[in-house]
């Protein structure tokens, strides 16, 4: 019975025996031409992978060329093929990526089309004779005709603090560049700004607009063109005042704690004084570059925010009734409008603020007491002044900006037009990429296929 157990065992052990004792190499053969293959695949995804992202780059660096080139109407030849280099060359930086392009346009009345490509040298892929990848991009842009009236409402707050604000101007400027291309001014575009915090200043020149107001109580100073929340759901329209009624009272910050005054303080009386935190004032539709880029640079941050109450008066400037009258037709098909809206927090009042509802003691907001009941009421109110702008088919671009509350967040995303209107920038290179995404989907100039 041993004997046999043995005889059994060595048979089924001779196989293992003879692989054991195998020397021809045939494994060590087959795992090295398979090795091959796999590594030549894997440097052919890395030099496609980098052959990617110069294409993507180029295309940028064309529609941004394209849009400034394609918006110059009235430059030679020599000075379009300058600025489009310009706008390309600094969207397609070569000593980063280190790979040179030389784009190509051709103009017509209609469309301005540019080319370019870039050679991209390999890495593994040289192993088997391909030692580089030619990468090409193309891009038109269709000239049009059809206007556009666009109101910036932007956060003017007392967070956005000095790095934050000059991080908005820079921004806004980039949003500037790509609207108005090499052009000063454009009978097609108009833009109006509206600095917000917890009030909008209308400017003194609407003065005859407001209830009546008695100038003693604003000595030695004056009234700086700041207006208070109407009533009965009209903080939440566009209704031009009719006669006597429905017309905006003046604001004017009590003298009190933290804000005793006389003497005035700040060189607008906006650090104490009747006018404390009263923003910069609203700069109505104009079609000319740098009185819209004047008034960004003039902004300053202080106060409370009030979301609802810059957004209602961003509306106010693209409708044709007073207080302001320059805007087109709500029906008018030859023109689009659009508001653009950035805030960097959400809505507030605490007990000793003051706003354009004035102090939650006065029972505006739906509570005489409760900081959070008063905060949920503009919230609601934010949510009834979008719909309402949204209805007049007005589109609605927002921003929020290092915002890390999910509730201002979600409040921003349901208020744009949809979804992907909605812009949340953590940082500021976020921010000017937001801003240069919506300007060149506003552009009067769309991108062809």
Same mark, same amino acid.
């Given at each position: ?52 992202? /110069? ?18 109407? =009235? ?30 346009? =051709?103009?017509?009345?209609?469309? /301005? ?11 593994? %892929?040289? /192993? ?36 934050? %604000? ?60 700041? /207006? ?46 009747? +006018? ?40 106010r400037t693209l409708s044709n009734t007073e207080p302001f ?8 098909? =030859? ?6 809206? %950035? ?20 029972? +505006? ?73 919506? *300007? ?7 991108? *062809?296929?």
């Open positions: 019975m041993k004997s046999s157990m043995i005889t059994l065992a060595w048979f089924y052990l001779r196989p293992w025996r003879r692989l054991v004792k195998e020397r021809t190499g045939a494994v060590a053969i087959v795992f090295a031409l398979s090795l091959l293959p796999l590594c030549l695949a894997g440097g052919a995804a890395i030099d496609m992978g980098r052959a990617y992202l /110069v294409k993507s780059r180029l295309g940028y660096a064309l529609d941004a060329a394209g849009l400034a080139a394609g918006g110059a109407t =009235e430059l030679s030849d020599d000075e379009l093929e300058e600025l489009m280099l310009s706008y390309f060359e600094a969207n397609y930086p070569g000593e980063e990526l280190g790979i040179a392009a030389e784009p190509e346009m =051709e103009i017509s009345d209609e469309e /301005v089309r540019l080319s370019a490509s870039a050679t991209l040298n390999t890495t593994l %892929m040289n /192993v088997i004779g391909i030692h580089d990848i030619t990468v090409t991009a193309t891009t038109v842009i269709i000239r049009e005709s059809k206007g556009l009236e666009v109101a910036l409402v932007l956060d003017n707050t007392g967070s956005m603090g000095t790095t934050k %604000m000059n991080n908005l101007k820079s921004a806004a400027h980039s949003f500037l560049d790509i609207l108005f291309g090499a052009n000063a001014e454009s009978d097609l575009l108009y833009i109006s700004v509206v600095p917000f915090a917890g009030t909008v200043n209308v400017d003194t020149g609407f003065g005859h607009l407001n209830s009546g107001y008695d100038a003693a109580d604003y000595s030695p100073d004056f009234w700086r063109g700041c /207006v208070m929340a109407r009533d009965d759901g009209e903080d939440q329209t566009d209704t031009a005042p009719t006669n006597n009624d429905l017309r905006w009272e003046a604001y004017l910050r009590p003298s009190g704690s933290g804000n005793w005054w006389p003497p005035i303080s700040g060189s607008f009386g906006q650090v104490r004084g009747p +006018n404390k935190d009263c923003p910069r004032p609203v700069l109505p539709l104009t079609n000319i570059k740098a009185t819209v880029e004047s008034k960004i640079d003039s902004m300053q941050s202080r106060g409370i925010t009030h979301i609802n109450f810059g957004l209602v008066w961003g509306w009258t320059t805007a087109t037709e709500y029906d008018n098909d =030859e023109f689009e409008k659009a508001i653009v809206l %950035m805030t960097d927090g959400e809505n507030y009042i605490g007990s000793s603020s003051y706003g354009a509802y004035g102090r939650i003691a006065d029972g +505006n907001l739906g509570t005489t007491w409760s900081s959070s009941t008063a905060i949920a009421q503009l919230n609601l109110r934010t949510t009834a002044v979008c719909n309402a702008v949204k209805a007049q088919g007005i589109i609605v671009y927002t921003i929020t900006f290092q915002v890390s509350s999910s509730t201002v967040r979600n409040l921003m995303r349901d208020c744009a037009t949809d979804e992907s209107n909605y812009f949340d920038s953590p940082d500021a290179a976020t921010l000017e990429a937001s801003f240069r995404e919506i *300007g060149r989907e506003l552009s009067n100039l769309r991108i *062809g296929g």
